[in-house]
């Protein structure tokens, strides 16, 4: 077996990362309660994308037979070493690999993950969950979280449009405009203000993970301007529902400070009216490319993640 070390750059990286997870107590506690709620004795469980293993942990401490903690990075060595420093060894199997190439022995009766990103999709939630239920969940096993909602909102965010602009201006006799087309059809990780909403949010697509998923999320919703704004772009937040009477979500104002929500711009700033109308239309694929549209009245603006960076050249 060949060992290998983080660099110490990485290392800074990893544990910054699961500090703030771990540092953010309504996501951990929310998940707590709802592992408390739902894991009986002698439940087999599975925990995907376990990170720094504490949801693991708390399995095991609920009374779960045996937690399966899985996790493709090198995080999980770090998991390991805290279920041995807690006694919890016993009880916790870690496996270092991708979900979808493990393959179990016996089928589990829970499904953990907190594979949310800041829009709830960009971890590619779906279909890793999809897989692990189509092959290792019982018949009357339960999921964590059961379902998800994408929710959206116009927004007047202006600092994305302002940053794009260094690529608008002739620099060293090097025209870069190009740049920003592709930086308008990218989506951002970002804390947005409430206030820049020009609609209360909506629910533009829900996920219930007990059910089979493609993979392919589409939804629209129709908004109404509250005041006289330029929109640029939307906002996206999620809410997950864990266990009856349990849930989280990262709206504005956000109380799960691990994470922020998603910022996906409009190339031109859409004037629009108190009172006007305002559709949004969106489509992703597992979170991983999204096209989205913002229209009001004759104006329309569309964008796509395909767009957001040239396509890279094979090798010759």
Not at 53 to 82: C, M, N, T, W, Y
Not at 174 to 186: G, I, K, P, Q, Y
Not at 204 to 225: K, L, M, P
Request: hydrophobic fraction near 40%; aromatic fraction near 8%.
């Amino acid at each position: 077996m060949k060992y290998q070390k983080l660099s110490n750059a990485s290392t800074h990286d990893l544990l910054k990362f699961h500090r703030s997870l771990l540092a953010d107590r309504v996501r951990t506690e929310s998940y707590r309660d709802a592992i408390f709620e739902t894991i009986r004795l002698s439940d087999i469980v599975a925990d995907v994308g376990c990170g720094s293993g504490i949801l693991s942990f708390f399995a095991a401490q609920a009374g779960a037979k045996r937690v399966i903690a899985i996790d493709e990075g090198p995080v999980i060595e770090l998991a390991r070493s805290l279920a041995i420093e807690n006694k919890l060894d016993q009880k916790i199997v870690f496996i270092n690999a991708s979900s979808f190439d493990v393959d179990l022995d016996e089928k589990v009766d829970v499904i953990i993950t907190e594979t949310m990103g800041n829009n709830g999709l960009d971890e590619q939630i779906v279909l890793a969950v999809n897989d692990a239920r189509t092959r290792w969940l019982r018949k009357d096993g339960v999921i964590i979280p059961r379902r998800l909602e994408i929710v959206a909102a116009p927004c007047t965010l202006t600092r994305i449009h302002d940053d794009a602009q260094f690529w608008s201006a002739e620099r060293y006799g090097v025209d870069l405009s190009r740049v920003r087309e592709h930086a308008m059809n990218t989506f951002y990780p970002i804390d947005i203000d409430e206030n820049l909403l020009v609609d209360e949010g909506h629910v533009i697509a829900t996920i219930d993970f007990d059910r089979e998923n493609d993979g392919n999320v589409r939804g629209s919703a129709s908004f109404t301007a509250s005041r006289t704004a330029n929109v640029t772009g939307i906002a996206v937040w999620f809410r997950a529902d864990l266990a009856r009477g349990t849930g989280i979500s990262n709206e504005p104002p956000n109380l799960c400070v691990s994470w922020k929500q998603s910022f996906f711009p409009i190339a031109t700033p859409m004037p629009v009216e108190r009172g006007e109308p305002i559709a949004i239309e969106m489509h992703t694929f597992n979170g991983i490319e999204w096209r989205w549209s913002i229209a009001s009245g004759e104006k329309r603006a569309e964008q796509a993640t395909l767009r957001g960076f040239p396509l890279l050249t094979p090798p010759r």
